[in-house]
């Protein structure tokens, strides 16, 4: 996408070319503040992932409120236990759902983003870092660049690519057909259920639609 530092974007592909900058200029200016920075963009880029997800399983009606409730500390992945949507048994589901309908999404890992926030913030919190420990070629500043190229990857594989941007592709659950609810209710229960199982159940489902 294009991307210009003086018009911020709050998207999650913006933000993470911004951190990716930011990481350049770190190394050019020999200033560690670029990298703490660095890693408060990709945070933010997580997380406005993280928010991304829950919304696009829930009507444009609903989004707005989600928003609000999404603001306090820990509010997204709240939201996103409230809907379920976060969870791996619901990503691998809807994966499974744009198979069978000979389309493509790309399955989320709300652990992976977390343990990488997590990571990140620990940059971002920077108070405990001693004074040698802050310079850009200390051994614990090197380990960002590495770490931004981390999220990068996630958010690229966690996304689907589409024109200069990434997009995200999923399922409504106000929307789905009841039969294919129960069939998810069933999927999150049944620990037995293999993939192909899902799979062939929900071409069953389809074939009754």
Same mark, same amino acid.
């Given at each position: ?14 933000? *993470?070319?911004?951190? +990716?900058?930011?990481?350049? &200029?770190?190394? +050019? ?11 408060? !963009? ?18 444009? #009606? ?24 976060? #969870? !791996?048994?619901? +990503? ?5 759902? &744009? ?11 709300? #652990?992976?983003?977390?343990?990488? +926030?997590?990571?990140?913030?620990? &940059?971002?919190?920077?108070?405990? &870092?001693?004074?040698?420990? *802050?310079?850009?070629?200390? !051994?614990?500043?090197? =380990? ?27 399922? !409504?659950?106000?929307? *789905? ?15 037995? *259920? ?6 062939? =159940? ?8």
């Amino acid at each position: 996408m294009n991307h210009n530092s003086n018009i911020r974007i709050n998207r999650s592909d913006w933000l *993470m070319i911004e951190s +990716q900058k930011l990481v350049q &200029f770190a190394i +050019q200016e020999k200033n560690s503040s670029y990298l703490i920075y660095a890693c408060l !963009e990709a945070r933010l880029a997580l997380e406005k992932l993280d928010l991304d997800i829950v919304l696009a399983s829930i009507p444009d #009606k609903d989004r707005l409120e989600l928003i609000e409730l999404s603001k306090p500390k820990n509010g997204i992945e709240k939201q996103g236990k409230k809907v379920g949507v976060l #969870k !791996e048994k619901y +990503q691998k589901f809807i994966v499974a759902v &744009f198979k069978l309908n000979g389309m493509e999404t790309n399955y989320f890992d709300f #652990k992976k983003s977390k343990s990488l +926030q997590i990571e990140l913030s620990s &940059f971002i919190h920077s108070y405990h &870092f001693l004074d040698d420990q *802050m310079t850009t070629d200390s !051994e614990e500043m090197q =380990k960002v660049p590495m770490l931004i190229d981390q999220a990068e990857i996630f958010l690229r594989e966690s996304t689907f690519i589409e024109g200069e941007g990434h997009s995200i592709k999923s399922v !409504e659950l106000e929307t *789905m057909p009841l039969i294919d609810k129960e069939l998810l209710n069933d999927w999150k229960d049944n620990s037995k *259920m293999t993939e192909d199982e899902l799979l062939e =159940k929900l071409k069953q489902n389809n074939i009754g639609h």
